[in-house]
T-cell receptor
Framework: EAGVVQSPRYKIIEKKQPVAFWCNPI?????LYWYLQNLGQGPELLIR????????DSQLPKDRFSAERLKGVDSTLKIQPAELGDSAVYLC??????????????FGPGTRLTVL | QKEVEQNSGPLSVPEGAIASLNCTYSDRVSQSFFWYRQYSGKSPELIMS????GDKEDGRFTAQLNKASQYVSLLIRDSQPSDSATYLCAVNPGRKYGNKLVFGAGTILRVKS
């Protein structure tokens, strides 16, 4: 079974430029998560989707970040414009659903973003 | 107060020894608990999940949960150099918080051959 797929793996941009990350979850996983991980820290949730619906985006900086999961499968996270402080690893994860064993989340390889 | 706390380490153990990793959490109604292993430059990999008080064993790994003490631990028996990584504890605080996972900052484990 294929795992969570993310692209690109690495991205270097200059500040104020836009950037987009793509994620394809494990087949059959209805719940998709975008996390941000800074060096030496655990992942922090940015947004969670149940199928097409964003059910938790309270930690997403909506002035510059946006996300979509139009058909309830793959998802795109965008930053526009990027700032120096956005340099981090952006992780996508998926799970079957909510609660108990269904909440076991599996991570993709991540996208390492460097903003110059 | 951080919601999930871990000792940052590094925890150094000799090859073949038992490594003991600990995690405390602040929300008493937390429902489920997970241990992830993260190698340098890689993404977190799920290695154990536990939902009930007591021990859960999987190969060389044992997860221990004590909800009364709000404490979860991971034991790694017969530690190998390949176990050297950062171990992340994650807690699902329950429906009130949308069943999201809250991660600790991780404990660095070094197994010396």
């Amino acid at each position: 079974e294929a795992g969570v797929v993310q692209s690109p793996r690495y991205k270097i941009i200059e500040k104020k430029q836009p950037v987009a990350f793509w994620c394809n979850p494990i087949s059959g996983h209805n719940t998709l998560y975008w996390y941000l991980q800074n060096l030496g820290q655990g992942p922090e949730l940015l947004i969670r989707y149940e199928n097409e619906e964003a059910v938790d985006d309270s930690q997403l900086p909506k002035d510059r970040f946006s996300a979509e999961r139009l058909k309830g499968v793959d998802s795109t996270l965008k930053i526009q414009p990027a700032e120096l402080g956005d340099s981090a690893v952006y992780l996508c994860a998926s799970s079957l659903g909510q609660g108990g064993p269904n909440n076991e989340q599996f991570f993709g390889p991540g996208t390492r973003l460097t903003v110059l | 107060q951080k919601e999930v706390e871990q000792n940052s380490g590094p925890l150094s153990v000799p090859e073949g020894a038992i490594a003991s990793l600990n995690c405390t959490y602040s929300d008493r109604v937390s429902q489920s608990f997970f241990w992830y292993r993260q190698y340098s430059g890689k993404s977190p990999e799920l290695i154990m999940s536990i939902y009930s008080n007591g021990d859960k064993e999987d190969g060389r790994f044992t997860a221990q949960l004590n909800k009364a003490s709000q404490y979860v631990s991971l034991l790694i028996r017969d530690s190998q150099p390949s176990d050297s990584a950062t171990y992340l504890c994650a807690v699902n605080p329950g429906r009130k918080y949308g069943n999201k996972l809250v991660f600790g900052a991780g404990t660095i484990l070094r197994v010396k051959s």
